[in-house]
Nanobody, 124 residues
Framework: QVQLVESGGGLVQAGDSLRLSCAASGRTFSTLVIVWFRQAPGKEREFVAAVRWRDGSLYYADSVKGQFTTSRDIAKNTVYLQMNSLKPEDTAVYYC?????????????????WGQGTQVTVSS
């Protein structure tokens, strides 16, 4: 079992930055893929970024490349999502999810473990 807890969301203005955290507990991260998804009102949950814990490989949706950065802190069992130059269209509930394995799927249904989500609201 893996427990995931996100934090760091909030209300910001366009152009601001936020850093989200996803803290994990329950088992070692070494075999996990950790993924960030977001879901805006009335829209499907979409892939944002991912990190494969074993080798640190990073993956991004085209829509956030160059704007968002994900990273891991091995000592803290925590993954971060640094979001810069935020836009109103980045407004969503952001979730981290995890599952064991090597392949990084971009489909929400591939992940068994989910955090509770954190709201990010960007005002114009």
């Amino acid at each position: 079992q893996v427990q995931l807890v996100e934090s760091g969301g909030g209300l910001v203005q366009a152009g601001d930055s936020l850093r989200l955290s996803c803290a994990a507990s329950g088992r070692t991260f070494s075999t996990l893929v950790i993924v960030w998804f977001r879901q805006a009102p009335g829209k499907e949950r979409e892939f944002v970024a991912a990190v494969r814990w074993r080798d640190g490989s990073l993956y991004y949706a085209d829509s956030v490349k160059g704007q968002f950065t994900t990273s891991r802190d091995i000592a803290k069992n925590t993954v971060y999502l640094q979001m810069n130059s935020l836009k109103p269209e980045d407004t969503a509930v952001y979730y981290c999810a995890a599952d064991s394995g090597w392949y990084v799927s971009r489909a929400p249904g591939s992940y068994d473990y989910w955090g509770q989500g954190t709201q990010v609201t960007v005002s114009s």
